[in-house]
């Protein structure tokens, strides 16, 4: 069985406030990005341990 830490979801991507619409959109864009990379990890790790 694949240990549980490894095989939990992403944690949410958090709500972010501004006053700026362009401050809005960087931490938006930053977010996506790092919430997509954890996905994708978590992916990979989950279908490698279910190949072994």
């Not at 694949?2 to 709500?15: H, S, T």
């Not at 501004?18 to 790790?45: H, M, P």
Request: hydrophobic residues 45%; glycine residues 2%; charged residues 20%.
């Amino acid at each position: 069985m694949l240990p549980a830490n490894l095989a939990q979801q992403c944690p949410q991507v958090p709500e972010v406030t501004s006053d700026s619409w362009d401050d809005l959109a960087r931490s938006y864009i930053f977010l996506a990005a790092l919430y997509g990379e954890c996905a994708a990890r978590q992916r990979a790790v989950v279908q490698a341990w279910e190949k072994t």
